[in-house]
């Protein structure tokens, strides 16, 4: 199982605009890619690629969240991830 | 041959073929227990599949509709085709179809349906912005209903061919998809003079009737002819009314051009302003001719957000908007959230009668600090730019409000300080409140609401929400005449000077309303910037003397009706134009 953390950058939280940008590069992975609050189990850890699950997550501005998956190329694909949830898309 | 009446909203007479709003979905039964209505070769799995091809249907429409979008309307749509085939979404309905599910196994339309209510609920629980996105889960639930159904998906139909397109009511999710390119008219069965199918008609310049009883029923495809200043629609139009719709469409682009200096046949002037909430509008409203902007809403800063926006965003935002009328007079409305435009951050929404809440100026009482800001940057904004920025606050109902506002202005900066007459105690009471203020307002879409205790939503009681309605006129008339008493008591003083009256509701961009309002002694008119050649041209026809009689006689008619009529009789340009 591999693991990361990653503090929102988002201004808004992780809705609206940058929930769909993460949620669509979770879905476009071949593996399942679970998110959860820094703190809170494992097993409340919610579906990566569900935007209705990201939003229900209500994770703001400044949050650390953590993101976990199983398999091959486990790695490379949350660092991927890291990067979106840590790039402040409103700014762009 | 067939005809309907309602309430026009739009001027404009067009010929095309009818397109139905399809009907709201209804709710699929839930499945009775020991019922035999589930055929046996329909299995757990080819139900689930068909949830599943169907939500990956309702996403690529939505993608593709996506794709033909720009800017706000754009992103909406891609969230809400991320939605469609959302994996939790589509995972929860399948669970529902299991005879284990608790409750029993349900139809895959039904487990749709409960599991896109649970998701929505769970959004309602959260609050302020995931709140308001409940309504596009449940746009979603019925997209893919629909899509399970074969029926129709909802929403504005799409077509190759220009159409009118005719509805119970449409909502403003609605409106934000409207093409106006393909819509050329809107009629509806239902809905009053200010409702969003009317405001959304007037902003675009789409002739519009509302409140007509009927129109729902005529089937796709049926050529109409409508009058959108008279109310009225007739099915097979005849040789005559062909030649009415070509006559309009000739007129209309004679009309479009506005001088940018209104004035009355005797040359009286009458500034025509421009009502605004974006620089974007603005620099529309520069072009079109608007001599000023008589109402900035500043809300539109301040909507779709979970908190209230810096000053340095608001200074930008306001400082567009100024930038497009150099030395010209621009009133901005400090922020008006509540009723139908809540806040997360400012308005409770849980308020049992949200028109009669907190909401407008009063909310300044539930978060102080907030008003203070916007007037901070509202004051920075006017000190970068060369606009002359008078400054008035939404819902003013006592004169004790109206100073405390003034001092709020003059803490700030801002020279001239005003109120929004919306609550029938401040037209009232006008001569107090204006000895307060330098300037007043009429917001008559509110007054409107509040005088005629009519919801301005509201289809049955689109007769009693007419600013037309002779109480309407009368409260115009005391709000003018307690400006100038105001002005006369406080004769010697420095604060001496005319306190004016001017409307920036819907009733301003009527032109023959307009000319009553004239008559009335308002002094300036401030509308949607397309309304603006069409209440100039009936304007020059008519000298200060004749509107004021036209004024004495809308006052004196018995009912909002025959005061239009009255006046309309009277101005026979009107006709001519098919105003």
Same mark, same amino acid.
């Given at each position: 199982?591999?693991?990361?953390?990653?503090?929102?950058?988002?201004?808004?939280?992780?809705?609206?605009?940058?929930?769909?940008? *993460?949620?669509?590069?979770?879905?476009?992975?071949?593996?399942?890619?679970?998110?959860?609050?820094? %703190?809170?189990?494992?097993?409340?850890?919610?579906?990566?690629?569900?935007?209705?699950?990201?939003?229900?997550? %209500?994770?703001? *501005?400044?949050?650390?969240?953590?993101?976990?998956?199983?398999?091959?190329?486990?790695?490379?694909?949350?660092?991927?991830?890291?990067?979106?949830?840590?790039?402040?898309?409103?700014?762009? | 041959?067939?005809?309907?009446?309602?309430?026009? $909203?739009?001027?404009?007479?067009?010929?095309?073929?009818?397109?139905?709003?399809?009907?709201?979905?209804?709710?699929?039964?839930?499945?009775?227990?020991?019922?035999?209505?589930?055929?046996?070769?329909?299995?757990?799995?080819?139900?689930?599949?068909?949830?599943?091809?169907?939500?990956?249907?309702?996403?690529?429409?939505?993608?593709?509709?996506?794709?033909?979008? +720009?800017?706000?309307?754009?992103?909406? &749509?891609?969230?809400?085709?991320?939605?469609?085939?959302?994996?939790?979404?589509?995972?929860?309905?399948?669970?529902?179809?299991?005879?284990?599910?608790?409750?029993?196994?349900?139809?895959?339309?039904?487990?749709?349906?409960?599991?896109?209510?649970?998701?929505?609920?769970?959004?309602?629980?959260?609050?302020?912005?995931?709140?308001?996105?409940?309504?596009?889960?449940?746009?979603?639930?019925?997209?893919? $209903?629909?899509?399970?159904?074969?029926?129709?998906?909802?929403?504005?139909?799409?077509?190759?061919?220009?159409?009118? &397109?005719?509805?119970?009511?449409?909502?403003?999710?609605? @409106?934000?998809?409207?093409?106006?390119?393909?819509?050329?008219?809107?009629?509806? /069965?239902?809905?009053?003079?200010?409702?969003?199918?009317?405001?959304?008609?007037?902003?675009?310049?789409?002739?519009?009737?509302?409140?007509?009883?009927? $129109?729902?029923?005529?089937?796709?495809? @049926?050529?109409?002819?409508?009058?959108?200043?008279?109310?009225?629609?007739?099915?097979?139009?005849?040789?005559?009314?062909?030649?009415?719709?070509?006559?309009?469409?000739?007129?209309?682009?004679?009309?479009?051009?506005?001088?940018?200096?209104? #004035?009355?046949?005797?040359?009286?002037?009458?500034?025509?302003?421009?009502?605004?909430?974006?620089?974007?509008?603005?620099?529309?409203?520069?072009?079109?001719?608007?001599?000023?902007?008589?109402?900035?809403?500043?809300?539109?800063?301040?909507?779709?957000?979970?908190?209230?926006?810096?000053?340095?965003?608001?200074?930008?935002?306001?400082?567009?908007?100024?930038?497009?009328?150099?030395?010209?007079?621009?009133?901005?409305?400090?922020?008006?959230?509540?009723?139908?435009?809540?806040?997360?951050?400012?308005?409770?929404?849980?308020?049992?009668?949200?028109?009669?809440?907190?909401?407008?100026?009063?909310?300044?009482?539930?978060?102080?600090?907030?008003?203070?800001?916007?007037?901070?940057?509202?004051?920075?904004?006017?000190?970068?730019?060369?606009?002359?920025?008078?400054?008035?606050?939404?819902?003013?109902? @006592?004169?004790?409000?109206?100073?405390?506002?003034? +001092?709020?202005?003059?803490?700030?900066?801002?020279?001239?300080?005003?109120?929004?007459?919306?609550?029938?105690?401040?037209?009232?009471?006008?001569?107090?409140?204006?000895?307060?203020?330098?300037?007043?307002?009429?917001?008559?879409?509110?007054?409107?609401?509040?005088?005629?205790?009519?919801?301005?939503?509201?289809?049955?009681?689109? /007769?009693?929400?007419?600013?037309?309605?002779?109480?309407?006129?009368?409260?115009?008339?005391?709000?003018?005449?307690?400006?100038?008493?105001?002005?006369?008591?406080?004769?010697?003083?420095?604060?001496?000077?005319?306190?004016?009256?001017?409307?920036?509701?819907?009733? #301003?961009?009527?032109?023959?309303?307009?000319?009553?309002?004239?008559?009335?002694?308002?002094? @300036?008119?401030?509308?949607?910037?397309?309304?603006?050649?069409?209440? /100039?041209?009936?304007?020059?026809?008519?000298?200060?003397?004749?509107?004021?009689?036209?004024? $004495?006689?809308?006052?004196?008619?018995? +009912?909002?009706?025959?005061?239009?009529?009255?006046?309309?009789?009277?101005?026979?340009?009107?006709?001519?134009?098919?105003?």
């Amino acid at each position: 199982m591999s693991e990361r953390t990653a503090t929102i950058a988002s201004r808004v939280g992780l809705h609206a605009r940058p929930a769909a940008i *993460f949620a669509e590069a979770a879905g476009d992975l071949d593996l399942e890619v679970t998110i959860a609050k820094a %703190g809170e189990p494992a097993d409340d850890a919610m579906d990566a690629s569900s935007i209705l699950s990201l939003m229900s997550l %209500g994770a703001s *501005f400044g949050d650390v969240v953590v993101l976990r998956a199983e398999g091959a190329g486990a790695d490379e694909a949350l660092d991927k991830l890291v990067k979106i949830l840590e790039t402040d898309h409103d700014a762009e | 041959m067939q005809t309907f009446s309602g309430v026009g $909203v739009a001027p404009g007479r067009v010929l095309g073929p009818v397109r139905q709003m399809p009907k709201p979905v209804q709710e699929p039964a839930p499945h009775a227990p020991g019922a035999a209505d589930i055929p046996a070769d329909v299995t757990v799995e080819s139900q689930g599949r068909r949830i599943k091809d169907a939500a990956k249907a309702v996403q690529a429409e939505l993608r593709a509709r996506a794709i033909g979008a +720009s800017g706000e309307g754009k992103e909406v &749509l891609e969230a809400t085709a991320l939605m469609a085939a959302d994996p939790m979404l589509v995972k929860s309905a399948i669970r529902l179809l299991s005879p284990e599910a608790p409750g029993g196994a349900r139809t895959a339309e039904r487990a749709v349906w409960e599991a896109a209510a649970t998701v929505a609920e769970s959004l309602k629980a959260l609050g302020g912005y995931m709140a308001e996105r409940v309504a596009d889960v449940l746009d979603v639930r019925a997209r893919i $209903v629909s899509e399970l159904r074969g029926l129709p998906a909802p929403g504005i139909p799409a077509s190759d061919v220009p159409f009118i &397109l005719a509805a119970e009511d449409l909502a403003p999710a609605d @409106t934000a998809t409207l093409d106006p390119t393909k819509v050329i008219a809107l009629i509806t /069965s239902s809905g009053g003079p200010q409702s969003h199918t009317a405001i959304l008609a007037r902003a675009l310049g789409l002739p519009a009737i509302v409140a007509a009883p009927g $129109v729902d029923g005529l089937d796709d495809g @049926t050529e109409i002819y409508l009058d959108g200043a008279a109310g009225t629609i007739t099915t097979e139009p005849g040789e005559d009314l062909r030649l009415a719709a070509k006559a309009w469409a000739t007129q209309a682009s004679t009309l479009a051009a506005f001088s940018g200096n209104n #004035a009355l046949a005797d040359g009286f002037r009458v500034p025509l302003l421009a009502n605004v909430g974006t620089g974007a509008d603005a620099v529309k409203a520069a072009d079109a001719g608007a001599e000023g902007v008589g109402l900035l809403r500043t809300e539109f800063c301040f909507l779709d957000r979970d908190d209230e926006p810096s000053v340095e965003e608001q200074i930008a935002a306001y400082g567009a908007v100024f930038a497009a009328f150099p030395g010209k007079k621009v009133v901005v409305r400090t922020l008006d959230a509540g009723a139908d435009k809540p806040l997360p951050f400012l308005t409770n929404a849980d308020e049992p009668n949200p028109a009669l809440g907190v909401r407008g100026y009063r909310t300044d009482l539930t978060s102080p600090g907030v008003l203070e800001r916007q007037l901070e940057a509202i004051a920075a904004a006017e000190a970068a730019h060369q606009a002359e920025v008078w400054v008035m606050a939404p819902m003013i109902s @006592t004169a004790d409000e109206a100073a405390r506002f003034a +001092s709020l202005c003059s803490a700030a900066g801002l020279r001239t300080p005003g109120v929004m007459v919306e609550v029938p105690s401040a037209a009232l009471t006008a001569s107090t409140v204006l000895r307060e203020v330098s300037f007043a307002s009429l917001g008559t879409n509110d007054l409107t609401q509040y005088a005629m205790a009519a919801d301005r939503q509201l289809g049955p009681l689109a /007769s009693l929400n007419d600013p037309w309605q002779p109480a309407v006129l009368q409260l115009v008339k005391l709000t003018v005449d307690g400006a100038a008493a105001a002005s006369t008591v406080l004769a010697g003083t420095a604060a001496a000077a005319t306190k004016p009256v001017g409307v920036c509701g819907e009733a #301003a961009a009527d032109p023959a309303l307009a000319v009553v309002l004239v008559g009335l002694g308002v002094a @300036t008119l401030s509308m949607s910037a397309r309304a603006l050649a069409a209440v /100039s041209t009936v304007l020059a026809t008519v000298t200060v003397e004749q509107a004021r009689n036209l004024a $004495v006689a809308a006052l004196a008619a018995p +009912s909002a009706s025959a005061a239009r009529q009255t006046v309309r009789a009277q101005l026979p340009i009107l006709v001519e134009l098919g105003l």
